[in-house]
């Protein structure tokens, strides 16, 4: 005899590290309806954007949207204000800010790659990889000269050149963080505990992810072939081959493989990007005030992070709007739990990544 029973799970929960609630209609174990509320983290980023900080400043406000992508926010408004200001980029900035924004992707995968065997049972692989990702956090430290909110990237390029001596340092640890990731690779692919049991649970069809418009891993991992870094030259990833990764099964254990991949994608970028790194300079002058409409999007390790902007030639902008990809794939989450034994659920959403840090602003 079938019981019908509802689950709340959150807005705090041990496997359940973002502040979002889930209301869990089951029969006996499956899930039959999922209700989802992300309203809980209320910060006025935005608009402390257009009241508090000149436009010269917002670009390190918004990077404290997110601790995991802050450089990918910083860019995204950047971009967005130069094409306000009419400001050519140097060269060796875009290439820069290239090397920048895929370790701020290397180290977020990662962390969702432990928080899922964490999830999975799998402590000990939560701890290893979270000491592997010190080497990309000691790579970005190197560069920038912080560990997590890195105040990098600034209107007309960027804050920082790179010395022969930290090129050489970053290299080394990116050649070992390919060994350490090969490794967990391994280990995805054939534990069973891990992620092998997880093959089937959690789909998302590519039918259900164009209709329901999931970005990012979540897409690409349903046969999605949807990445910015293909449909934009924000920055110089043509010129450096980037091919996006693409899988079909669109379970956890195909999320899991994507995020993987692109972690190997994102090191053969940077080090491209620091075997042809141009000469000249690293910034260019700012001149004027903002003035017009314009709007921007760049690949963050969750899929599209849109800016648009609306400026009249002051100092502070009229608006900032920000759009982040968990918003978007809150739809898609749920049909993804919907079917499911409720015993998988902290899996299913730890294989999403989601991040409401961005998305509650």
């Given amino acids: 005899m079938s019981k019908t029973i509802n689950i709340p799970l959150g807005s705090q929960h041990i496997a359940l590290l973002e502040p979002v609630r889930f209301s869990f209609e089951c029969e006996n174990e499956k899930i039959i309806g999922v209700e989802a509320d ?14 508090k900080f000149k436009f010269k400043q917002v670009g390190y406000v918004v990077a404290r949207v997110c601790g995991l992508c802050a450089i990918i926010h910083s860019t995204c408004y950047t971009l967005a204000c130069e094409e306000l200001l009419d400001i050519e980029v140097p060269k060796k900035a875009s290439y820069l800010r290239l090397i920048a924004n895929e370790l701020d992707r290397v180290h977020s995968h990662l962390l969702c790659l432990a928080h899922t065997a964490e999830n999975a049972g799998f402590e000990a692989l939560f701890m290893r990889t979270m000491k592997d990702r010190e080497l990309v956090m000691e790579a970005q430290e190197t560069m920038t000269g912080n560990r997590v909110q890195f105040d990098y990237v600034s209107i007309g390029g960027v804050n920082k050149d790179i010395s022969a001596e930290i090129e050489g340092s970053m290299r080394a640890k990116l ?3 390919k060994q350490k990731v090969a490794e967990i690779e391994e280990l995805f692919l054939n534990n069973w505990s891990l992620s092998l049991k997880y093959k089937g649970v959690g789909i998302i069809t590519k039918e259900s992810a164009l209709g329901r418009s999931v970005l990012g891993p979540l897409a690409r991992a349903s046969g999605v072939d949807f990445d910015v870094r293909n449909e934009s030259d924000y920055l110089p990833y043509s010129e450096l081959g980037f091919k996006s990764i693409v899988m079909e099964g669109g379970d956890i254990h195909a999320r899991n493989m994507v995020r993987l991949k692109e972690i190997f994608e994102s ?3 940077i080090e491209a990007a620091l075997n042809g790194m141009p000469e000249g300079d690293i910034a260019a002058k700012v001149r004027g005030t903002p003035e017009g ?16 902007l609306k400026a009249s030639k002051g100092q502070y902008l009229d608006r900032v709007r920000i759009k982040t990809p968990t918003f978007g794939s809150v739809p898609g989450m749920i049909e993804a739990l919907k079917g499911q034994n409720y015993a998988d659920v902290p899996a299913i959403i730890a294989s999403f990544d989601p991040c409401l840090s961005c998305t509650a602003r």
């Avoid at 992300?38 to 009241?51: F, I, K, N, Q, S």
């Avoid at 409409?293 to 648009?308: I, L, N, T």
């Fill in 293 to 308: 409409e314009s709007y921007m999007r760049v690949e963050a390790p969750r899929g599209e992070c849109f800016y648009y």
């Fill in 175 to 177: 050649a070992l963080l």
């Fill in 38 to 51: 992300v309203g809980y983290v209320h910060r006025g980023v935005e608009l402390a954007c257009t009241t």
């Fill in 267 to 269: 090191i053969r970028l």
